[in-house]
């Protein structure tokens, strides 16, 4: 088990290395390695009970679960910011792209 919280906290350090400039495919595949790995460490602990040095270990990896948290939900903000400009940029112009019918005929009277 000490070799999954070594694993699980070297991984930790390299994404809070480069957690600003990470993007969210490098988020995503951070957080699908560091569920393997504890489901890993969850399996163990089921086994055998954990020592006190370990769970403080894992508490220790743990506090850097708000960062991670605040960078993913800056990367949801940018990405639904963008959705939203993109979406009323749609509206705006589906309003200038009025469908008229290819038959219709446009008169005009002068005064």
Known sequence: MDEL???LDQLTRE???RLQEATYEELETFVE??????DSIAEQ???CQSTSAQKEEIHRILEHDYALLDRMNVLRLEAQDFL???NHAKVQR????A???ADSILM???K
């Open 5 to 7: 919280i070594r694993s």
């Open 45 to 47: 602990v089921a086994i």
């Open 94 to 97: 589906s309003a200038y792209e």
């Open 84 to 86: 939203q400009k993109r």
């Open 33 to 38: 390695e560091r569920q393997e790995l504890v």
């Open 15 to 17: 994404m809070m290395g």
């Open 108 to 110: 005009d009277r002068r």
């Open 99 to 101: 469908k008229y019918s």
